[in-house]
């Protein structure tokens, strides 16, 4: 393709990684995404939880456009050939629910064991399992959520006059619940209770997201695999051809494009999936 306004032929990957979008989230950057995918593709998209924020639609629906083009967008991939593996998060957990193949050919699982292309096993969960504040306290993690959703209001504030003032950005969210989660040893526990989930699965790695915080690490011979978010950080890991995986950060966002009218009927049928599913009472 040619010309000054052409876009550039997207990236090819055998795998994409993608969890913590929160769908129905105010925060959740559904524009940086959609260029992301744009850009990227893949013959195996697995996302790894939290992809829809059950927890914020029950409190209050909330599903703007860019929501509906983020579904419709991996239903494309899917049409045109991609795998896709649905692996629930906690904020996403009305979907364990539903084990299996649905709408689009998207396949939903607890977990899923990924060989790569140089045959490294990983296992690849959302890992609120291993939270002990999700798995033990469950009106503490929403309350905690709740904060979370302030703490990302605050941060619209503070970039207005960080600008205003000629700085840079700086997210106090991030500082934040990083500050309370190295109080506790946090991310270092999560790491090592996860990595070891995956030696005793015998998997040689382990690919998760859950607490929004991007690396690659080796933990005791275990290479530990955080995909990160799509509500600050926009990060994603990506497995080459050769298999060999990188954690990529995406800084820009695109222009919207018009959603065509077969589209705008599997947005409503998708809004209306999402209603009649977290409409019922829990179990």
């Avoid at 995956?198 to 998760?208: K, L, M, S, Y």
């Amino acid at each position: 393709m040619s010309g000054k306004n052409a876009i550039p032929e997207p990236r090819k990957f055998r795998t994409l990684f993608i969890s913590d979008v929160h769908l129905g989230s105010k925060a959740a950057r559904t524009d940086y995404l959609l260029d992301f995918l744009r850009h990227h593709e893949a013959e195996t998209i697995i996302l790894v939880g939290d992809i829809i924020d059950g927890w914020r639609l029950k409190r209050s629906w909330y599903w703007p456009q860019g929501c509906n083009d983020v579904v419709q967008k991996l239903l494309r991939k899917a049409r045109k050939g991609a795998r896709i593996i649905y692996i629930p998060g906690n904020h996403d957990e009305f979907l364990r629910d539903f084990p299996g193949t649905h709408f689009g050919g998207i396949e939903v699982a607890d977990r899923h064991m990924h060989t790569a292309a140089d045959g490294r096993r990983y296992l690849v969960l959302h890992g609120d399992q291993f939270d002990v504040v999700v798995r033990n306290a469950r009106l503490l993690a929403y309350l905690g959520d709740w904060a979370y959703d302030a703490a990302i209001a605050i941060n619209v504030v503070l970039a207005a006059i960080r600008r205003r003032l000629g700085l840079g950005y700086w997210s106090f969210s991030a500082w934040a619940k990083l500050q309370v989660k190295h109080a506790v040893n946090f991310i270092g526990e999560f790491q090592t209770v996860v990595a070891d989930e995956a030696r005793e699965a015998g998997a040689d790695g382990v690919i998760c997201g859950h607490i929004h915080h991007a690396v690659i690490a080796d933990i005791e011979g275990i290479r530990y695999i955080n995909t990160g978010d799509w509500v600050e950080s926009c990060t994603a890991v990506v497995e080459h051809m050769d298999g060999t995986m990188e954690l990529l950060t995406w800084q820009q966002a695109g222009a919207a494009q018009p959603v065509t009218e077969t589209d705008g009927e599997e947005a409503r049928m998708t809004e209306q999936m999402l209603s009649g599913i977290l409409a019922r009472p829990a179990a």
